[in-house]
Nanobody, 111 residues
């Protein structure tokens, strides 16, 4: 099983980024996918969840209305569109499926 995140980087407050997570080694189209994040010195927190067919999503209150999770089952990829980014969104972002984790993609929001 492999989960590989990409798309992180440095962005100014108010900017946008889109994270991608390419999955392989399991039946992606049957898996609930999640994005987590972990800021320095803080616990890992669940950011967003999407069901296997993409029909239902959930978000942490801190990102609701700014972040959008989506998936393309034909490409075995899940995305996290992040808009109106804030400094407090700075964290390592991880893709998760069941017990599997990617290595993370660093998002830094700073002027």
């Amino acid at each position: 099983v492999q989960l590989e995140e990409s798309g992180g980087g440095l962005v100014q407050p108010g900017g946008s980024l889109r994270l991608s997570c390419a999955a392989s080694g399991f039946t992606f189209s049957s898996a609930v996918m999640r994005w987590y994040r972990q800021a320095p010195g803080k616990a890992r927190e669940l950011v967003a969840t999407i069901t296997s067919n993409g029909g239902s999503t959930n978000y942490a209150d801190s990102v609701k209305g700014r972040f959008t999770i989506s998936r393309d089952n034909a490409k075995n990829t899940v995305y996290l569109q992040m808009n109106r980014l804030k400094p407090e969104d700075t964290a390592m972002y991880y893709c998760n499926a069941v017990l599997y984790w990617g290595k993370g993609s660093l998002v830094t929001v700073s002027s």
